[in-house]
């Protein structure tokens, strides 16, 4: 099983400001990891795919990128709609997919 | 556009059953793996089972395999999941998902149903 570790669990960040979250694999996932952000009461809606390629209708502001172990995704200038859990998943093993923890993303 | 609509959650006693469908419309069922991901109150993402697009292939996370079944019928376009033995640890949120193929991530989610366990 690979297991997925985010950090960290909860950032503090002012709107316009940058936010970076981080996602590390206990073994390579090549580039075959995604992240999604959950907003309260609401399912999880995929931002970025491949590592770095966005979903459709992602704004420009979400970035992505690593491979391997190591992996981030940046949200360069915070708006209030991005505060939310963010989840990190490997799709590399397909019997046993897995996410991250999650990082919650809070207004300071 | 792309619905998925889950269905069939509610209260159980431990030891009991519970069967969960999901109503896909909006795209080709059948070409599309489908997976149910769950999560508990408060918790993160887990997933729980994938069933490829024909129904030949299934896999499940180790805490529900020999419990619960993944499976689907493509002429009514649902996904279904057959829930045995329900322990209180199986309460949770649960929801379908698609995904274009194995290397693929979760292009869809339904808005989820919820399991409760209790006696």
């Known amino acids: 099983e690979i297991v997925m570790t985010q950090s960290p669990a909860t950032l503090s960040v002012s709107p316009g400001e940058r936010a970076t979250l981080s996602c590390r694999a206990s073994?390579?996932?090549?580039?075959?990891l995604a992240w999604y952000h959950q907003k309260p009461g609401q399912a999880p809606r995929l931002l970025i795919y491949?590592?770095?390629t966005r979903a459709t209708g992602v704004p420009a502001r979400f970035s992505g990128s690593g491979s391997g172990t190591e992996f981030t995704l940046t949200i360069s200038s915070l708006q209030s709609e991005d505060f939310a859990v963010y989840y990190c998943?490997?799709?590399?093993?397909?019997?046993?997919?897995?996410f991250g923890q999650g990082t919650k993303l809070e207004i300071k | 556009q792309v619905q998925l609509v889950e269905s069939g959650g509610g209260v159980v006693q431990p030891g009991r059953s519970l069967r969960l469908s999901c109503a896909a419309s909006?795209?080709?069922?059948?070409?599309?793996?489908m997976h149910w991901v769950r999560q508990a109150p408060g918790k993160g993402l887990e997933w729980v089972a994938v069933?490829?697009?024909?129904?030949?292939?299934?896999h499940y996370v180790d805490s529900v395999k020999g419990r619960f079944t993944i499976s689907r019928d493509t002429p009514k376009n649902t996904l279904f999941l057959q829930m045995n033995s329900l322990r209180a640890e199986d309460t949770a949120v649960y929801y379908c998902?698609?995904?274009?193929?194995?290397?693929?991530?979760?292009?869809?989610w339904g808005q989820g149903t919820l399991v409760t366990v209790s006696s």
């Open positions: 491949g590592a770095s």
């Open positions: 073994q390579s996932v090549t580039s075959n």
């Open positions: 909006g795209f080709t069922f059948s070409s599309y793996a």
């Open positions: 998943q490997q799709y590399n093993n397909w019997s046993s997919y897995s």
């Open positions: 998902a698609i995904s274009s193929g194995w290397y693929s991530p979760f292009n869809y």
């Open positions: 069933i490829s697009y024909d129904g030949t292939i299934k």
